[in-house]
């Protein structure tokens, strides 16, 4: 039998549309893989990272001070470790630069698996300032809502300013996630700097109002309020020009039912939220819109309420 734990971290949707930086939401389906042993040596290293068929990653980066993984699971040796080293191999089991924060999941899965390594364990509550060390490498900056979910599962409100502490949000009964990745590549960093310094008061009371009526609408199973609150007037308009087929993939998902749908993170990838009846048929109309551009495409139905991290049996 292998030495190595296993841990499996979901991917997730960083903004839910209406909370930028702060709301998060985990998705079943896709995730990443970090398997963990201990070392005679003295810090955590990373022997392999293989990409989505299985082969060698062709970019990822094996430099511990590189990676993800690396970054986060030796944050948390650092603190944590009772002596000795850590190697790790990363799977991954999402696409880079997607907005279904591929760099959370690693990072995720590498605290949740070098922590099953320690004699005792953290609380998983624990662990989200380690795994969010990984993530502030890889995007360079602070926030929390692609790791938040990532590792708890569910939709998570974590703005900076509550850090550590974040607020798992309930939610709603009979609403599902439709994701939607077309294959093209939004890099956040630059996503994040087109982004305009300051706002109009007005469109702040705006997004402001929306998020409040969004958080209410999961706390009270109020799917009507999710259709009226899951807009992002604020980032959006800057963002969806990356994606040449946001428009008709929108169109297409409010025709086949989705009480809301627009990027997932920083993009490309878009997402639905909608009656669970209605998930399979929002599902092909995204898809068809997007082939329609001439654009690959794969999604995803999932519930909203999707596991969080953990560690794997042992096969
Ligand atoms: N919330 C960040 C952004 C990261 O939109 O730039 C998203 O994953």
Redesign the pocket.
Known sequence: MSDFITAFAPA?I??VGVG??ML?LALSGAGDRVLARRTDGDRVIVIEVRGLDGEIHPYLSTNADENTASIAAQALWNVHGDGGGVELKVHKGIPLQS?M?SS?ASAVAATVAANALLASPLEIDALLPFALEGEKYA?G?M?T??VAPSLFGGLVLCPEVLLPEFIRLPTPAGVSTVLLHPELQVN?AE??RA?PKSLPLKLWLEQQGLLAGFVHACNSDDIGLIGKTLHDVV?EPH?KGNVACFDDVVAAARKAGALGCT????GPSIFALCKDGDARNVASAMEQACRAQGISCQSWVSSMNARGAFVEDPA
């Open positions: 997730s960083g903004n930028f930086d998060g907005g924060g959370a995007s900056g926030h809502d692609n956040t996503a994040r982004l980032v963002r990027l997932s993170g920083s």
